[in-house]
């Protein structure tokens, strides 16, 4: 069940929005939330009988009297054929696309070392290609006239992902398409920015990483300022603002929602070693050296 919604009912009447991924996780409380401020919600993603799962759900959560509704389109972003007929079947059906969340994504944890490059390619082909077909194909195909607005799910990759060293490439490379974009874009009255949410928890968000899901988000509460995990519904309503009149001023920006785990700790461990180069020999390295000796007895 959704969270209530914090704006005002009615708020989305008469939009429409395609949600990808919008049947799990994140991407099903915005979807949700959309869908309870009377937005016209189409759903993407890969599996066919997690769409349908959703609209079962989500549509018996719709009063009557809304404007609201949803339905489902299978499309795997990866594939341009598939995103094309997306957009195209969102036009024919509703005749008009206000808000695209590109929310549909995913990644596997692995050193860097380890990758393989159909791995790489994998993370890098949903991740930044995917969410830039579907900005290029809804504003070619109907944002480029009419205007709309884009809100893009990024991550918390400022410090680098150590761990998941291809969606770090991937996001970092989603926030600056957002600034292209921005500007491109800026002439045909579209705003698009993007969403960083820190450590969100959902039982399919934790099972994308099989047994290792548990223990990763669990890692994660101690580096996170507010000590615990954030949800999807915590993310929804800034979405939701992103995309409403409220923020009629804001186009080629990110909106961290972490709690402030961007700025905090992290939780990958360098072991002690003593393989980095040695600092250059001279006055400040002997007066560190003995700095040292004086201090050791005491530590
Ligand atoms: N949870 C977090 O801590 C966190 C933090 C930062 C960013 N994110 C990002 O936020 C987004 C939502 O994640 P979540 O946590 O809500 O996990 P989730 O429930 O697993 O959601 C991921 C969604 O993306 C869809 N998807 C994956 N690959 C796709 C593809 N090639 N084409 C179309 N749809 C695809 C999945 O649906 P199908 O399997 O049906 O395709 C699924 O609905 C993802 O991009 C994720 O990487 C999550």
């Known amino acids: ?28 409380a915005i979807t949700a939330e959309l869908l309870q401020l009377g937005c016209r919600v189409v759903i993407a993603s890969r599996k066919s009988e997690r769409l349908e799962a959703a609209v079962d759900e989500l549509s018996q959560l719709i009063i009557s009297s809304s404007s609201a509704s949803i339905t489902a389109v299978c499309c ?10 997306m957009v195209a079947s969102t036009l024919r059906q509703y005749g008009r696309i206000d808000y ?4 549909g994504g995913g990644q596997f944890s692995s050193p860097a070392a380890n990758m393989s490059l159909k791995g790489w390619n994998a993370v890098i082909d949903t991740n ?16 480029k006239d009419h205007g709309g607005t884009i809100v893009n799910i990024i991550a918390d990759m400022w410090r680098g992902f150590p761990g998941m060293a291809h969606t770090g490439a991937a996001r970092a490379a989603v926030e600056n398409l957002t600034k292209s974009l921005a500007i491109e ?10 969403i960083a949410p820190g450590s969100i928890f959902s039982k399919t968000a934790m099972e994308n990483y099989k047994d290792l899901g548990p223990m990763m988000f669990q890692m994660a ?42 700025l905090y700790d992290s939780v990958w461990e360098i072991p002690d070693h003593s393989a980095w180069p040695a600092p250059p020999e001279g006055e ?7 700095v040292m000796k004086e201090l050791k007895p005491k530590l």
């Open 1 to 28: 069940m959704a969270a209530r919604s914090v704006f005002r009912s009615g708020l989305f009447n008469g939009r429409v929005a395609i949600v990808t991924g919008g049947a799990t996780g994140i991407g099903k």
């Open 76 to 85: 795997n972003i990866r594939h341009e054929d598939q995103v094309r007929n």
């Open 100 to 103: 695209l969340v590109n929310n």
């Open 128 to 143: 930044l290609t995917g969410t830039f077909l579907c900005c290029r194909e809804v504003y070619n195909e109907w944002m």
């Open 185 to 194: 874009w800026a002439s045909s009255g579209v705003r698009i920015n993007s």
């Open 221 to 262: 509460v101690p580096c996170i300022p507010a000590k615990r995990l954030g949800f999807p519904e915590e993310i929804s309503p800034a979405v939701c603002f992103l995309l409403s009149p409220a923020a009629s001023f804001i186009s080629g920006a990110t909106l961290k929602v972490d709690a402030g785990q961007s």
């Open 284 to 290: 400040n390295v002997c007066a560190l050296r003995e």
